[in-house]
């Protein structure tokens, strides 16, 4: 599971890779110089460190993710439980919501899935 661990960098370029993917690498250059100001070098080592790691695939010039966005998000937000709120899902809840208010729409979404996690 450590291979989900993705630095604020590479997340960035992830989601240009899950937006575009399968991408040709010399067009994720492209897009890499347009949105972060990365040189061609830049984007190619992240390339390699985030394949060599089994995040994503480069073959035949077309780079594809082998992880899914929703797969980090969830490893992301345990290890944010964890190691900020002793893996209590009340303290995140009761932090988040401190100076913050949320639609009834939201309210309502967020009670059908609490439903569906305890069913």
């Known amino acids: ?12 370029f992830m989601c240009l ?14 897009l890499c ?5 990365w040189k061609k070098s830049t984007t190619y080592s992240v390339i390699k460190r985030l394949s060599e790691r089994g995040v994503l695939k ?11 966005r929703k797969q ?3 490893f992301e937000s345990e290890q ?7 893996n209590s899902l009340p303290s995140f809840v009761a932090a988040f919501l ?9 309210a309502e ?9 305890t069913k």
């Open 1 to 12: 599971m450590e291979q989900l661990k993705i630095f604020d960098a590479e997340y960035r």
């Open 17 to 30: 890779v899950w937006e575009k993917e399968p991408v040709n690498s010399t067009e994720l250059v492209k």
């Open 33 to 37: 110089q347009g949105e972060f100001g």
């Open 58 to 68: 480069n073959e035949n010039a077309f780079v594809t993710a082998l992880v899914k």
């Open 72 to 74: 980090v998000q969830k």
């Open 80 to 86: 944010v439980l964890e190691k900020t709120f002793d």
């Open 98 to 106: 401190q100076d913050k208010k949320i639609t009834q729409d939201e």
């Open 109 to 117: 979404q967020i009670k059908k899935m609490i439903e569906e996690a």
